[in-house]
């Protein structure tokens, strides 16, 4: 227990550094809606993890819930932002890195956290963490698209014309 709760505030401490050092502002304000929206999407699926039994962390609700906005608020959300950075309007090169990216974390990734005691996998295996995160990143990429074309028209109502 003692090095997941390492590994969690790590995690949070040095990618937040790195975003907030290295990521340019505008980059930051541009990806933030679809970050979130993202986040939300992981926070819901958390919510419904005790109906479910998706998995389990030690420690019960507390720690699930603790374990989960650790996860989604520092390395899932500061990734995706670097991802929609360093991607965005490159498509294929956006689902290549999420699909390498979503198999380290769904196979050996996976595997590490539940030895450390991050969780353990109850109904979920390694093959669902991945088609549901690949599929998240999909739906991340038309959000952003639908976000920045739905924008650019409020902003610019020439434009649409």
């Excluded at 699926?45 to 996860?71: E, H």
């Excluded at 990734?79 to 196979?107: P, Q, R």
């Excluded at 050996?108 to 969780?119: C, E, R, S, T, V």
């Amino acid at each position: 227990m003692l090095i997941a709760n390492f590994f969690r505030i790590a995690n949070a401490i040095v990618l937040w550094a790195i975003v907030i050092y290295f990521l340019p502002k505008k980059s930051f304000i541009r990806f933030l809606p679809v970050t979130l929206f993202c986040s939300c999407l992981l926070l819901i699926q958390t919510l419904l993890n005790p109906i479910f039994n998706w998995w389990k962390v030690k420690g019960g609700t507390k720690y699930m819930v603790f374990d989960a906005l650790a996860f989604i608020f520092g390395p899932f959300f500061t990734i995706n932002m670097w991802v929609f950075h360093f991607t965005y309007g490159k498509f294929s090169l956006y689902a290549l890195s999420n699909l390498i990216m979503d198999l380290i974390f769904a196979f050996p990734l996976n595997a590490f956290f539940q030895k450390i005691g991050h969780y353990k996998l109850k109904k979920f295996n390694s093959k669902i963490i991945f088609l549901i995160f690949y599929s998240f990143s999909l739906l991340n990429y038309a959000f952003q698209k639908f976000f920045e074309k739905n924008n650019s028209e409020l902003t610019n109502p020439e434009s649409s014309k």
